[in-house]
T-cell receptor
Framework: EPEVTQTPSHQVTQMGQEVILRCVPI?????FYWYRQILGQKVEFLVS????????KSEIFDDQFSVERPDGSNFTLKIRSTKLEDSAMYFC??????????????FGPGTRLTVL | GEDVEQSLFLSVREGDSSVINCTYT??????LYWYKQEPGAGLQLLTY?????DMKQDQRLTVLLNKKDKHLSLRIADTQTGDSAIYFC????????????FGGGTRVLVKP
């Protein structure tokens, strides 16, 4: 069964460093998403991406964050200068169609980012 | 903005039914979802319901939606130890586009 994969499973970085979290969505999917979950808090939407551009983003997704689909398979989230409060589990998801039509978002296992 | 709330914890004996409750605030919600998260794994969609439905049944799972009270529940019949996980309620609406708004998750512990 096709699945969304994410690497690495755990990333430790120093405050101020840049990190890139990587995701491989399901191959025929057109919509891509990043969510995060700070320990003990809710899963929060960060950004959605369609047709090589951001379609929606939350207030959390400020200038420190960027997303890219560098090739036909990868979808990345970059945090330019990490802060302690960026420590969280980051989930990538993809869907064939948009969720507003009821389509399922398939989630990856997450990358745990720890900022020291 | 939209808000989704769930109770934190549910303990149930194997073979009994589990009922997980969720409330939401967005009256324009169109789809409501239940996701399951097992340790070390991603969020797995269990089922979803369109807002013009009251009930949806899928094998051991029954979803009930009370749109007037903005209350959603997930009933798991004959709960098994493999059902131990965190269950997340989530909603989306046309206004929200493709964004899912999640509840905080209910940790279900199934005791043998």
């Amino acid at each position: 069964e096709p699945e969304v994969t994410q690497t690495p499973s755990h990333q430790v970085t120093q405050m101020g460093q840049e990190v890139i979290l990587r995701c491989v969505p399901i191959s025929n999917h057109l919509y891509f998403y990043w969510y995060r979950q700070i320990l003990g808090q809710k899963v929060e939407f960060l950004v959605s991406f369609y047709n090589n551009e951001i379609s929606e983003k939350s207030e959390i997704f400020d200038d420190q964050f960027s997303v890219e689909r560098p090739d036909g398979s990868n979808f990345t989230l970059k945090i330019r200068s990490t802060k302690l409060e960026d420590s969280a589990m980051y989930f990538c998801a993809s869907s064939e169609l948009g969720t507003s039509g009821g389509d399922e978002q398939f989630f990856g296992p997450g990358t745990r980012l720890t900022v020291l | 903005g939209e808000d989704v709330e769930q109770s934190l914890f549910l303990s149930v004996r194997e073979g009994d039914s589990s009922v997980i409750n969720c409330t939401y605030t967005d009256s324009s919600s169109t789809y409501l979802y239940w996701y399951k998260q097992e340790p070390g794994a991603g969020l797995q969609l269990l089922t979803y319901i369109f807002s013009n439905m009251d009930m949806k049944q899928d094998q051991r799972l029954t979803v009930l939606l009370n749109k007037k009270d903005k209350h959603l529940s997930l009933r798991i019949a004959d709960t098994q130890t493999g059902d131990s996980a965190i269950y997340f309620c989530a909603e989306t609406s046309r206004a929200a586009g493709n964004k899912l708004t999640f509840g905080g998750g209910t940790r279900v512990l199934v005791k043998p």
